[in-house]
């Protein structure tokens, strides 16, 4: 202990993180303070959350939501938390990150409510990828009912914002993916914070999205966090962590390039010197079966993933 | 000896090193980890000494 050559900018003590981009570094005492800080700044830039909001985490047992929860919780926001039990058994996945999720709530004296999947629908979601063929797409299977259910736990439970875990490098590599790609209506809709601007959708915040990766995962270890640290099985090979390797050599040459990359570009479609020409506005309905909102008449994407006689795309 | 692990393997490495000599011995990207010495977070420029336990920690998800 004491051997490292940097010291920390607050308090002279040997330094646990450098911040390279920051020209900081700090200390396991000096961090979390200022790492709070800096999320309590986000939230305020974005007008992200109110003192009296009623805050729903989407928890997943992992570094990001567990974080983001636990600067809620530190600031003084009401913050309950949804996990979902996808009922992923590799190495008892699932399991291992429920577990991870109740801890942390039950050491607080929070609230952790539970979803299974399997329990409401009949399915986990690795068999469902399997009964529509979809083996090979469990990760937009899987991003689409867990938007559903938590989309829907949020509106139905009274919460008025849904807060979820994405941190910088997550919204960089998806900012890079979908411009290599030119997807004018994503490009659109990213933002760190998503209106409820129908009927049955929750507002949506990341209050983690100007946060490195890396500075999220230094937070949680300091902070004594027990997160499940393995990946989820399925995330192997996901083009989103080709993205974030490629976006990790940018910054290795260039320090703060990940964050000019997205701050430039959310500065740039504030200001208007990007703009997205409006098409015709999608008027939605509510799904025939959950009712929430959807953009096709009758059944909403979610339902029709549980029809057997039907091809379950995405819509 | 410094004794590293990383997902699950172990390694032995000289002492004196730095923590990001390691994380480059290994092949890893320092944009993409972090260094646990004997338990505590330490920076890329912390000297490893002899009878360290070190555990270099992935940080990157996504999926």
Known sequence: ?315 | MVVVRYRGKEYELKPGMTARDAILKLGLDPEAVLVLRNGKLVDDSAILEDGDEVTIVAVVSGG
Request: contains cysteine.
């Open chain 1, 1 to 315: 202990m004491g051997n490292s050559r940097m010291k920390c900018r607050k308090c002279g003590r040997p330094a646990a993180i450098n911040m390279r981009r920051h020209k900081l570094a700090l200390c396991d005492e000096c961090y979390p303070a200022w790492f709070r800080g800096q999320v309590e700044r986000t939230i305020r830039q974005f007008g992200m959350l109110a003192p009296d909001d009623r805050v729903l985490v989407a928890v997943s047992g992992g570094k990001d939501s567990l974080s983001v929860w636990d600067v809620l919780l530190r600031l003084g926001y009401h913050a309950e938390a949804l996990y979902i039990d996808l009922g992923i058994p590799d190495g008892g996945y699932s399991t291992e990150s429920k577990v991870r999720a109740l801890r942390f709530a039950e050491a607080r004296g929070a609230v952790c409510h539970v979803v299974s999947v399997r329990d409401r629908y009949g399915l986990s979601v690795p068999e469902l990828a399997m009964r529509r063929g979809r083996g090979h797409k469990v990760c937009s299977l899987c991003g689409l009912v867990k938007r559903h259910i938590m989309n829907g736990f949020a509106w139905e439970g009274g919460f008025s914002v849904l807060v979820t875990g994405h941190n910088l490098d997550d919204e960089a590599a998806v900012l890079m993916q979908n411009t290599l790609t030119w997807q004018p209506g994503y490009l659109a809709r990213q933002s760190p914070v998503l209106p409820a601007d129908s009927e049955g959708l929750a507002r949506k915040v990341k209050p983690l999205c100007l946060m490195y990766e890396r500075e999220v995962a230094a937070y949680a270890l300091v902070c004594g966090i027990d997160y499940i640290q393995d990946e989820c099985p399925h995330a192997v090979g996901a083009r989103t962590l080709f993205y974030k390797e490629i976006l990790n050599q940018l910054e290795q040459r260039s320090p703060g390039a990940k964050a000019y990359f997205f701050t430039q570009f959310l500065r740039a479609k504030q200001s208007g010197a990007i703009r997205f020409v409006e098409g015709e506005e999608v008027a939605l309905h509510a799904c025939e079966r959950c009712g929430q909102p959807t953009t096709a008449p009758g059944l909403c994407a979610f339902c029709r993933l549980w029809q057997s006689d039907t091809q379950g795309d995405e819509g």
